[in-house]
């Protein structure tokens, strides 16, 4: 029985075969990430308390551009590639840009899912082709080879109203200091929170609190004034 967040699945699995080594960045021409399968993958089961969907969406929060390879490095030497399928024993590489647009594409799943819930549209979601559910022990288990197929069933996973992107997220942060959340990508324990945590609900109500001063004040010649 696989329980998500109090959700049961009786009957349905989902797994990915993963496990790497020796994971280095190269730069060449481009920036890019190679290593090696592990010769016996190592199996991730969806149902955890912490999903790698939130792990790997905010891992780009609020990064600059020149440390993203760090980032992308740090996720593939613990998670594995996102487009590759697991062989086992084999090298991989891919480059950056490719990690990067693909943390983008499952970004908007995240959003898709959550604003089609919202309009009670439908929302499809595009796997990778070869992908199969295998039946055995009496249950059936999607084991997906990708790890972006896996991340995105497992936002698929969670009932919809869940998924949220914490108010305190400021857009943009690759190219100016980050003040918003670190991690805006959140599961919502009831159908209320706008915030991910009690820190970033006080800075929420501090930035409306400013916004409401700004607006209401009166603005000195030099348009500034003082608070008292
Ligand atoms: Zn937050």
């Known amino acids: 029985m696989n329980h998500f967040l109090g959700h049961e699945m009786a009957n349905f699995e989902i ?10 960045l ?15 993958p ?3 089961r969806a149902g955890g308390s ?8 905010n891992s780009l929060i609020g990064v600059e551009l020149a440390r993203r390879p760090e980032v992308a490095l740090k996720f593939t030497k613990r998670f594995g590639p996102l487009a590759i399928p697991y062989s086992a024993g084999s090298p991989f590489s891919f480059p950056l840009f490719d990690w990067v647009a693909h943390v983008a594409r499952l970004t908007e799943i995240w959003a898709w899912v959550a604003h089609a819930n919202r309009e009670k549209t439908p929302a499809d979601i595009g796997l990778f082709s070869g992908e199969y559910v295998r039946f055995a022990d009496g ?4 084991r997906t080879l990708r790890l ?20 305190n997220h400021r857009y943009g942060g690759a190219l100016f200091e980050y003040h918003g959340c670190k991690s805006p990508y959140f599961i919502a ?4 929170e706008k ?5 970033c609900a006080r800075a929420g109500k501090r930035r409306a609190n400013l916004d409401w001063w700004n607006k209401n004040r009166k603005g000195g010649e030099d348009g500034t004034q003082k608070t008292r």
């Open 42 to 44: 190592k199996v991730v």
């Open 139 to 142: 249950g059936f288990t999607l």
């Open 50 to 57: 912490r999903p790698i969907a939130m792990q790997l969406l």
């Open 195 to 199: 915030y991910c945590s009690e820190s």
């Open 15 to 24: 797994a990915v075969e993963t496990g790497v080594s020796n994971v280095e």
């Open 189 to 192: 324990s009831d159908g209320r």
């Open 26 to 40: 190269q730069d060449d021409c481009v920036v890019s990430i190679a290593g090696t399968w592990l010769p016996t």
């Open 148 to 167: 972006g197929t896996f991340v995105a069933l497992e936002i698929a996973s969670v009932p919809a109203p869940r998924l949220r992107v914490c108010a």
